[in-house]
């Protein structure tokens, strides 16, 4: 007779979500500015940081090399770098580039974001709960 294994089985972990995306302008300016660089890069290094009348605002920054915590994201050609303390503010975050007849920018279409400032340069971010849920 053989004894009964009571252990449970093993639960298939959910797929992670991507922390951000780009949209295509977005990465094509990425590109382009990337291969006007003064030397290669790693990628694009996103986070975010204390700062602004709203209290948070975010960076975008060429990175060197990948951090050993970044959260790395590939998509349509394009390397980002999320920096560790910045992917449950950043989750679920579209990147998109704006031309207007003024200015020119990027832009973050933020599902966290529950505040910005007059401005547009800072915001409030509720960063998301690991379980998925709004902390």
């Known amino acids: 007779m ?3 294994n009571l252990a449970p089985a093993p639960r298939a972990r959910r797929p992670r979500p991507q922390v951000v995306s780009l949209t295509e302008a977005a990465a094509d300016r990425v590109r382009e500015i990337m291969g006007r660089a003064e030397k290669p890069y790693a990628g694009l290094r996103v986070g975010v940081k204390n700062g602004g009348c709203a209290g948070q605002e975010y960076v975008l920054e060429y990175a060197e090399a990948a ?3 970044d959260e790395v994201v ?3 050609g394009v390397t980002i770098l999320v920096e560790p303390k910045a992917v449950l503010f950043l989750i679920g975050t579209v990147v998109d580039y704006e031309t207007s007849a003024l200015s020119s920018k990027f832009v973050f279409r933020n599902p966290n974001e529950t505040d910005a ?3 547009g340069e800072s915001v409030t971010i509720v960063p998301l709960a690991e379980d998925g849920a709004e902390a």
């Open 67 to 69: 951090g050993a915590l």
């Open 117 to 119: 400032c007059g401005c």
């Open 74 to 76: 590939q998509d349509k």
């Open 2 to 4: 053989e004894p009964l």
